[in-house]
């Protein structure tokens, strides 16, 4: 059987220490899309989406595609990139987002 899950996927900017970031990618669909097929990795789970012509996004379609998920429908678009955003984490364990 085989999945589409379309939606936008962010650059995440994690802090780790003083001054240092993690980067990755997330997005409440693109997270589903990676568990739907780590969970069942016998089905066919395509991403539908549009990204730029940058290395941001070249990063992120290769992680796609090592997560094993299809990425045909993947559109690159001149003059555009992806979207960004950074999380803090409070002393206490709280998430904000920015």
Known sequence: MSRIIFGEVMVELS????????????GDTYNTAIYLKRLSPEQ????????????LSDQLVSRMQQEGLDTR??????????????????SQGERSFS
């Open 73 to 90: 429908m993947v559109y690159r678009m001149q003059d555009t990139t992806l979207g960004l955003y950074m999380i803090s984490t409070a």
């Open 44 to 55: 066919q789970v395509s991403y539908l989406t549009a990204v730029g012509e940058d290395n």
């Open 15 to 26: 802090q780790t220490s003083e001054g240092l970031y993690r980067q990755g990618f997330a």
